[in-house]
């Protein structure tokens, strides 16, 4: 199930964190959604009638979080005497909107997310308002005491592992700030394992899923792999002339990329440590980042382009100028159009990389990552339904009124901010 947050207010001065781009299948932050409804361009049928949303009460400065199967809002607090304040977690079950708990938290900046590990366990990310300062509290809803604290950032929770820590993930590229990685017990707060990341150094974890099997530590002239589970080194790999902040350290599914313009780039299979399975000569200068992409793999150029590049020879097959945004979708490359005087999302061969079709007016939204979501704004309301990659054909859901942009699709279930500040829930289903 993916994991997806909406901000209903602002935290000053709160560090951004830049998500990787979405891949099919890995349940990104960000995933595809859209609708096209026979009243409005595209011949597609009015939408089923359906049930009128469930509200939930929310502050127009406060947050929602859709983890997995559950909704939470969070008030904006009370002050509770010096820096503290006291902010109140509602959780709710979906699709039914079922209350499940109330939890109240003592804090010194603002709870920024919340995330469920198992039944009868919470955790809660606080960060300060003046700096990337964050702090993780375990808490037992119920229970009015927190179970255990720690300073960091969490990553995931590990297979069958630990929770996985950054003292500040957020600068874990950064090669001036040194980062210290942890392992903690779930269950008692205790650090079970930790990896120092030096000055100078480059970390990464493979933690698109949520669920961090590895992390990678990329030295002068080394490459090392650790297992989240134990924190224990599964694999070091030399290469020499490698030299981090002029190297691109790729995570993908069961692979690493890594590449510079002083080694070529090398792809890493990690089920089984570092294996190398392909080089090339040729560096990754021209591009930001990559993800999976089918048989190949996706790499967003410098200038806003994305290309294709052969998983077995690491050469580019095709490039695609303009696309600002971009997924894999049963055999697709979808993309918005920048270019376009409206929204448009772009459908691309993924073998030439030619274009396959386009929707107008149509934009993205968040989805669960199973299904091809699209919205339109159109007369006040904003429509939403599925979308047939094939054939570009849409199925429509549900319109949507009295609602703003912030809105998401997750386990049969719509949820948006209403213009009112209270959260919408329709099913769909």
Known sequence: MSEAMIDLGVVRDEPVAIPPPPRRGLRPLLVVAAVVLAALPGGAAPPPETAPPVIVP????????????????????????????RQMIRAYALPDVRPLFEQAVT????????????????????????????????VRPGAAEPLWKQDGVLIGVAPGGPAVFGSDAYLGDDLETPVEWRGVDLAT????????????EQAVTDSYSGEPRWLFVLGAGRLTAYDTRDGRKAAEVAQPGLRPGASALWPLEGQLLVGSDATGTTLFDTASGLVPVVHADRDLDDYVTGYDCGDLICAYATGG??????????????????AAYSMWVDGYVFATDPTATGPRIRRSDPVTG??????????????DGETFYV??????????????????????????????????????????????AGVGVWRLR
């Open 375 to 420: 919205r339109r704004r159109e007369d006040g309301r904003v429509w939403f339904g599925v979308l047939d990659p094939g054939r570009l054909r849409v199925r429509p859901l549900v319109a949507a009124e009295g609602v703003t942009d912030e809105c998401l699709i997750e386990d049969d279930s719509l949820i948006c901010r209403k213009i009112d």
């Open 58 to 85: 929310a502050a127009i400065d406060g947050r929602m979080m859709v983890r997995e199967d559950k909704l939470f809002v969070v008030d904006p607090g009370r002050p509770v005497g010096g820096p503290g304040k």
């Open 305 to 322: 382009g994305l290309t294709g590049l052969d998983r077995r020879t690491l050469a580019p097959v095709w490039s695609v100028k303009d």
């Open 189 to 200: 707060g205790t650090t079970r394992w930790t990896v120092r990341k030096a000055r100078g």
């Open 107 to 138: 804090v010194t900046g603002e709870v920024v997310d919340v995330r469920p590990v198992a039944d009868d366990l919470v955790l809660v990310e606080e960060r300060g308002y003046t700096g990337a300062a964050a702090r993780i509290i375990a």
């Open 354 to 367: 030619r274009a396959a079709g386009q929707l107008d007016g149509w934009q993205l939204t968040i989805g």
